[in-house]
């Protein structure tokens, strides 16, 4: 785990200090995949850590690469002992596609929250 708390914050965008963060974790509501791409890449997320039943981080942001959505992220502070990045949903713009229906139901077979609609995709796990 890569323990460079201000590259991370750097990379996720985040100004304010630890301090100050409420309930002392960040949330990132909208995190691109290639942002936690880079996240992945520089060790600040564990490729194999999950959300509850969620699918392994890996899992979860080659899928958003691929059909172009968003993640739901948090960033635990480096103050804590369980300090971390850690994914905890997908949305975005629905592709129109078969395949992508396939493997997106696939993916969120044990979510806690889902939507799906004709128009935008979101999975959510508690």
Excluded at 80 to 109: A, M, T
């Amino acid at each position: 785990m890569n323990i460079d708390f201000t590259r991370r914050d750097e990379i996720l965008g985040i100004t304010q200090p630890e301090n100050e963060w409420p309930f002392y974790y960040m949330r990132i509501d909208d995190c691109p995949a290639h942002t936690a791409y880079t996240l992945l890449y520089e060790q600040f997320i564990d490729p194999q850590g999950t959300q509850n039943d969620s699918p392994a981080a890996s899992t979860l942001i080659e899928f958003a690469l691929r059909w172009h959505l968003s993640l739901e992220a948090y960033a635990i502070p480096f103050t804590r002992p369980d300090y971390r990045v850690s994914i905890e949903g997908i949305h975005g713009e629905k592709p129109q596609d078969e395949k992508f229906n396939e493997e997106w139901n696939e993916l969120v077979k044990l979510a806690d929250e889902l939507t799906d609609d004709n128009e935008y995709v979101r999975a959510w796990w508690d």
